[in-house]
């Protein structure tokens, strides 16, 4: 049986592209606009794919490490897995993705894909990172004051 499951969420970014992604491709400072993220930290050792490594803490105090595994300057994506987490879940890879659709403004793409532990646990775990860790994390990349709708696809 087939455990997979998959989170897509994409939303409008009030912003030019070259700047959205220069928040976006600084790994390690994430918590300068994902407003769950109270603190983070790129460590100095790569994790175990050779990657960069930011060591997380979320506002409540669950601390989550994830290691940057693609980066593509050029078309604006990148991909991370995590290395720790409070999830419970296994394969976790996630990808962001920012594209231009005007002088002023962008699409941010934010999809992850991933086992839960317990199949029935899926749905809820594909709300959760929509809901409250993708979307809010879109909707901060706006420059204050706009809050553009945001989609999803799950």
Request: net charge negative.
């Amino acid at each position: 049986m087939d455990n997979h499951a998959k989170v897509i969420v994409k939303g409008n970014v009030a912003c030019p592209a070259a700047v959205v992604w220069g928040r976006v491709v600084a790994f390690g400072d994430i918590a300068q606009w994902h407003p769950l993220i109270s603190r983070s930290i790129q460590e100095n050792t790569p994790g175990p794919g050779g990657g960069a490594v930011r060591a997380l803490t979320t506002h409540d105090g669950a601390a989550i490490r994830e290691e940057l595994t693609a980066c593509d300057p050029a078309a604006r994506t990148l991909a991370y897995t995590f290395l720790t987490s409070p999830f419970t879940v296994t394969n976790y890879c996630a990808t962001m993705e920012v594209s231009e659709t005007g002088s002023a403004s962008c699409l941010v793409t934010w999809t992850a894909t991933f086992e839960p532990n317990d199949p029935a646990d899926g749905a809820r775990l594909r709300d959760l990172f929509a809901n409250e860790v993708f979307r809010p994390g879109i909707e901060a990349l706006n420059p204050v004051g706009v809050r553009p709708e945001t989609g999803t696809a799950s």
